[in-house]
């Protein structure tokens, strides 16, 4: 592994109005103070000889390597690699599709969506940090879920001593399996099902941090992307496919769903890292905030769209911010490196039936909208080597992709135990009644 030199790395927040911690207290605190999101004082480069030799170097090698940087000495080398070995104890093929178009898969972890890496590296490391500094007081994450975020969470901090996770999602507007997903652990989860929407629940969140009636009793920190030990380690993806695909010798693409736009900031950052990668394509659904503000430049949230893609039915991203940041907030720069298109559900679902036709591929609605930003951008490049990423397994969506495909006959171990279970929720009709548990110690 690289490094003897030993420093620290600092985040500052991107509002430039409070301190800069390290990597540990950026992840404690999760958003800072003045409510910025904590970005790296640097970009870390890795050397040469990492690139060079990338073929040869397990998961587990690639990821200590990359991550360390970022962490630091918050965390010692060994406890790094177990803890990587740890959550990536699964696999991420790459399946080529087409000539030069293949997809990444990141749906092989517990809840068969991408987010599982970060939400394990965060619990994993949030764990780490509360046990070096002997904490006693219990530290709540509270997170709102418009459906797959709550179960990756879930099962990421499941039985993590020293932390208690509260979920809310929106009644009636999560999958049957990512319902079960949220509500059927128990121990240290608990799940708030609140009559409304998922704004609503983000709406309830941002609210309680904000509540000193709550923050006095609780600590409380978020586990959604804005924090950093979620964000990060989604680079690993990116590297992974690069070490399968640099013996094309190709220019690559990736073609990366988006919603708040982690995953592919954290793919940007991989290529700042020194990762060679011709373009990056933003796929969205019909909430088009970023394709229309790379034509104009100007930034302009509407109202959020409900599809069929929904963890990615977000308007204002709140990522963004990082990628502009990475990019030295020039748009010109930035176009140089991405490109953003739009699809809406018709064509999305006409796309998972053509895939699913031409190529006995089930795509899930997230990737079929991958799918579609990739094909687009090929069109005007037949050197690139394109890969969209899979970002959770069909099943995740049986309404929306059984009319098209016919019914599942297997389903997979992960979901099969869980339709037999019955889940439990505490029902939240308004802020006050989730204030009222949050205030409630020793639930
Ligand atoms: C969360 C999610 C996305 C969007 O990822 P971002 O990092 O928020 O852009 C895409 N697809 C699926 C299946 C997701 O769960």
């Known amino acids: 592994m690289s490094g003897n030199t030993i420093t620290t790395m600092n985040y500052y927040s991107l509002n430039k109005q409070a301190p800069n911690v390290t990597f540990d207290e950026a992840v404690i605190r999760g958003i800072a103070p003045d409510k910025g999101l904590y970005f790296p004082e640097e970009i870390p480069r ?186 990060l380690p989604q680079l690993l993806y990116y590297l992974f496919a690069y070490k399968e695909l640099k013996k094309k010798g190709k220019p690559l693409v990736f073609s990366v769903p988006s919603g708040n736009f982690g995953n592919i900031c954290a793919g940007m950052m991989a290529h700042h890292m020194g990762m060679p990668v011709q373009q990056f394509v933003a796929a969205v659904n019909s909430n088009t905030t970023i394709p229309r503000f790379m034509q104009s430049g100007v930034y302009a949230p509407t109202l959020t769209v409900p599809t ?26 930035l176009s140089r490196k991405l490109t953003s298109y739009s699809y809406c559900d018709q064509v999305t679902r006409a796309t998972v039936r053509d895939v699913y036709e031409n190529c006995k591929y089930i795509l899930d609605p997230h990737g079929a909208v991958g799918y579609l930003g990739l094909k687009e951008y090929l069109k005007g490049d037949t050197e690139a080597y394109g890969v969209f990423l899979e970002t959770a397994h069909p099943v995740k969506f049986l ?5 098209i495909v016919g019914k599942y006959k297997e389903l997979p171990d992960q979901v099969k135990n869980l339709v037999k279970k019955g889940g439990i929720t505490q029902k939240i009709a308004n802020y006050e009644e989730l204030k009222g548990h949050l205030t409630l110690i020793d639930s």
């Open 399 to 403: 309404p929306a992709i059984e009319p």
């Open 308 to 333: 069929i893609s929904n963890a990615m039915d977000v308007s204002d991203p709140s990522n963004f911010v990082r990628v502009l940041q990475l990019f030295e907030n020039d748009l010109s720069t």
């Open 46 to 231: 890795l050397p040469a000889s990492f690139w060079d030799t990338i073929e040869h170097l397990s998961k587990e090698e690639i990821a200590c390597t990359a991550m360390k940087p970022f962490v630091g000495d918050t965390i010692d080398d060994a406890s790094l690699l177990e803890i990587v070995t740890d959550v990536l104890s699964f696999d991420f093929p790459i399946i080529e599709l087409e000539d030069q178009v293949a997809t990444l898969e990141l749906f092989h972890g517990p809840t068969m969506a991408f987010k599982d890496v970060g939400a394990r590296f965060m619990a994993r490391c949030l764990g780490y940090f509360l046990k070096q500094r002997n904490q006693k007081e219990e530290v709540t994450v509270l997170v709102a879920t418009s459906g797959d975020t709550g179960g990756a969470v879930a099962r990421g901090f499941y039985k993590v001593p020293g932390i208690k996770v509260m979920i809310l999602y929106p009644s009636g507007k999560v999958s049957d399996i990512q319902e079960k997903q949220l509500t059927t652990l128990g121990e240290n989860i608990t799940a708030f099902e609140v009559a409304g929407t998922f704004d609503d629940c983000q709406a309830m969140v941002k609210r309680a941090f904000l509540d000193q009636e709550i923050t006095n009793k609780r600590q409380l920190t978020s586990a959604n992307s804005i924090n950093v030990a979620r964000w």
